[in-house]
């Protein structure tokens, strides 16, 4: 650096130093390092106190993480609320909790948990002797209610599905376009069904279209039996059934499932499908019971009716129910804007029949003069339950006769074994 620059740098930082005389700028050399000195001790006595606060930060996170191994009481948030205290005049966020025992306790502060991260009804972990509030839970679900939920897609396929195309095509435009193509129906400016409802003898496929519409859509599913909601005690049933709408409320809102994230793409529409088997156990007519069970089932089928249209109700949730006696449901549970959806499911026709036995039969060793269409004939009034059973006779029948393929008569006698089964069954029906 040149006498210039330097000079262009002092006047930058100090132009007094220019004018100064040799004794001054001495006097004024040992200043700066005098305060330079200061500033150095200053950084030291910093660092150290830094340190000091770290190990007390560490010391202290030790003897919560110890604390958490305790046992810790389970209490809900019933309130919360913000109040002035009169001593210091500061804003407090302040929790009401209510242990398992009922009892209200009045916590002034959120404890080790953002008070903007809670709210009503969440369930906390508390400390058993000072209430202090440790951890927010995640959503607890009912075991059986866990059990609902379907983890593998099953294998079924519409393609598995045979004589029942028109059903086939109702059923994609009630559930499987709203989750698959949303935007449809934001054109048109209307909403989809939240309701389908199969009905239909026994055995003419109405589990098996629930099945491969759980395969096809791109959403949670969880299946039960209606007879599962008919429970000992009162309101466990109606509890069940709310459990189950939050569940699917959860992935619909949170992408979670029971608090656990499930990194679904951020461009996905998330669903959920809640199918309900056999729904007549708690949909028959409501009437004046006289015994407790029959009012129960009346205050389960209620709570179902306020789920599916009430207050709290999710169009991204559908539900899908089948029954043998449609005749017999509630009327306000299939009305428009829950069960709007009402789809027949007969037995097949002759054509139906045919591509039911051939795709049962398909993996099946068959012979040149097999002909489905004399066979769809011979079980004319067969729903697709007792077709599939035709083909399993037949091929029993030429196991029975040492056959290496199957021929024209195994599925003859398989009719007759079949129809003598039917026949027993409708008369002692």
Known sequence: MNTESLAQAIREIDPSVLTMTNPELRAHIRNLRDQLDFQKREL??????????????????KRVEATKQLPML???VSELFEHVDEDSGEVLKSVVIKTT???NIFCPTAGLVPYSSIKPNDLVAVNRDTFLIYERLPQFYDARVKQMLVAERPSDSFKQVGGMDQIIKQVEEAVLLPFQKPELFDQVGIQPSKGLLLYGKPGVG???????????????????CATQLIQMYIGDGSQMLQELFELAKEYVDKDTINGVPQNSPANKVRGALIYIDEIDAIGTR???AEQNSGREVARTLMTLLNLMDGFISNNQIKVLASTNRV??????LVRSNRFDRKIECPLPNITGRVQILKIHSSKMRLSSDLNFEEVAKTCDGFSGAQLKAVCVEAGMNCLRRNGREVEMRDFMEGIGMVLNRKVAEEGYL
């Open 44 to 61: 030291q006595y910093v660092r150290q106190q830094i340190k000091e606060q770290k190990q007390l930060e560490q010391d202290a996170q």
């Open 74 to 76: 389970i209490c809900t």
């Open 101 to 103: 025992s009922r009892q």
């Open 206 to 224: 109405k589990t098996l279209i629930a099945r491969c519409i759980a395969n096809a859509c791109d959403c949670i599913f969880l299946s039960l």
């Open 286 to 288: 409501r009437f004046d």
């Open 327 to 332: 005749d017999s449901l509630d009327p306000a």
